[in-house]
């Protein structure tokens, strides 16, 4: 592939996968963004504790080798435009990269990066790890209790856009089509002149690839659950059938590696539920991963009151949307809360900040570079490259246990010392 503004660097190589093994090189070219406002800041200082993590992990044995590729107000000043198709391709081509926050101009005149990277590379996994680091200031009595990790569905569900607005031609022609085709189901809408409609699909192949990757990392993770959200209570043919396929893939899929609750109520159904808490506890002690499931409102309430209930969820688009930001806000939050884009079958892979450019930062060098450094380290896992991130997760916690944070750590803890950005990340490199 050629590039014009994107340069390739020399002594690189390229990650390729084969049957969905990823394949790393010692010297893998890693395409990232920038990113706007205090992405740069950001940037510089993820940069380089990413590569000091891996110097200290493997010494000169591996490197990361940077590629720098273009999107946001960086890509529209330079190159005229806010997301050159060469960065899709670049992503496309290199598999594997990070991104820092960009902007998103109000009033259109940019397609949204993620949108179109989740679609052109098919990133039907949105990862998002949530757990406590020592010290840092959080609004629950136990943040120590959460350590879950949120596998979001990215392509369907109601995400999907698909809206008619009211008042739209559009809208008036589906409603016609609708109330001549289904008559009874047009009469249950309350106020139909002036509703405006959305659809909600949701698939067995959505379903099904999403649970998988839940229940495949959960394994490879030594988890001990994976929990079913959904509303399939209210809505049956798309929540609750996201339930009942999950179920049917893992005892399908992974056998006597899991236990489902599904089983249990048929064990109970059949013997009686004292031997089907046996049978779920022999299955349990011999290692089996749990499959369960719980409705989308009540787990707000019990990811608080009884955390260690909870592991790795599996999630559609709009409740993990939800759940992830509330469980983040448990543990201290956007600036330190990272995430994946992933297709778990093409290996392609996207790790980001969740949070914004938070511009009026920007160029200050005072905002937490958490939320991209620990994307980073979820990268580094991907990759295969367990030692290195190992020393970002010793770097972060050593800093954070010596009470050297960024500005909005410190503003709620007592006795810190308020560090900048890059002074931050010269305190994580310290306690690798
Ligand atoms: P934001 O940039 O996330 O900032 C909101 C607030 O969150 C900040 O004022 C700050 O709080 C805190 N914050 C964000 N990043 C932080 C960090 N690294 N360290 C410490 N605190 C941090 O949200 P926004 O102001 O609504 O959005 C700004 C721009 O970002 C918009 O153009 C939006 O479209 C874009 N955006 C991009 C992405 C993305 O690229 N993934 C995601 C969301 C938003 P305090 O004021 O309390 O210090």
Redesign the pocket.
């Known amino acids: 592939m050629s590039y014009t503004i994107i340069k390739v660097p020399q002594g690189g190589e390229k990650i390729t996968v084969t049957n969905g093994e990823l394949k790393v090189p010692n010297n893998p070219i890693i395409p990232f963004i920038e990113?706007?406002?205090?992405g740069r800041d950001?940037w510089r200082a993820s940069q380089r504790v990413l590569d000091a993590a891996v110097e200290k992990a493997y010494g000169s044995k591996r490197k990361l080798v940077w590629m720098e590729v273009y999107a946001g107000e960086k890509a529209f000043t330079q190159f005229n435009s806010w997301l050159p198709e060469e960065t899709l391709q670049a992503f496309r081509e290199f598999l594997v990269g990070i991104?820092?926050?960009?902007?998103?101009?109000?009033g259109g005149g940019m397609r949204s990066?993620?949108v179109a990277l989740r679609k052109e590379l098919d990133l039907y996994v949105c990862q998002r790890p949530v757990r406590w680091f020592e010290g840092v200031p959080s609004p629950v009595k136990r943040p120590q209790d959460v350590d879950m990790v949120v596998f979001r569905e990215n392509t369907e569900d109601i995400y999907t856009g698909i809206e008619f607005e009211n008042g739209s031609d559009d809208n008036k022609k589906f409603k016609e089509i609708f109330k001549a085709a289904f008559p009874k189901e047009f009469a249950k809408i309350r106020f139909p002149d002036t509703s405006g409609i959305g659809l909600k699909p949701v698939s067995v192949e959505g379903t099904e690839r999403l649970v998988r990757a839940a229940i495949k990392w959960a394994l490879a993770n030594k988890r001990k659950s994976v929990t079913l959200v959904h509303k399939g209570n209210i809505m049956k043919f798309t929540e609750g059938a996201f339930r009942n396929w999950g179920y049917a893939l893992a005892e399908k899929e992974f056998g006597d590696k899991v236990y489902t609750w599904q089983t249990w109520e048929k064990t109970k159904a059949d013997k009686g539920e004292e031997v089907a808490n046996k049978e779920q506890e022999a299955a349990l002690k011999a290692g089996r991963l749990l499959i369960k499931d719980v409705i989308a409102d009540i787990v707000f309430q019990q990811t608080i009151t009884r955390a260690t209930d909870f592991d790795v969820f599996a999630t559609m688009n709009l409740n993990g949307d939800y759940l992830s930001d509330a469980l983040a806000a448990q543990v201290g939050g956007?600036?330190i809360a990272p995430g994946g884009n992933i297709n778990f079958d093409t290996g392609h892979a996207v790790f980001?900040?969740?949070?914004?450019?938070?511009?009026?930062?920007a160029d200050k060098d005072v905002?937490?570079?958490?939320?991209v450094i620990l994307s980073g380290e979820m990268m580094l896992r991907y990759m295969g490259w367990g030692e290195a991130a190992d020393a970002v997760v010793r770097g972060i916690e050593g800093a954070i246990a010596a009470k050297t944070v960024?500005?909005?750590f410190h503003r709620l803890m007592d006795g810190a010392t308020k560090l900048n950005t890059s002074q931050f990340a010269d305190a994580m490199i310290a306690k690798m």
């Open positions: 990113g706007d406002g205090t950001i991104k820092g926050p960009l902007t998103t101009p109000i990066l993620n956007i600036g980001e900040a969740t949070h914004g450019t938070a511009p009026k930062y905002v937490n570079p958490g939320s960024t500005y909005d």
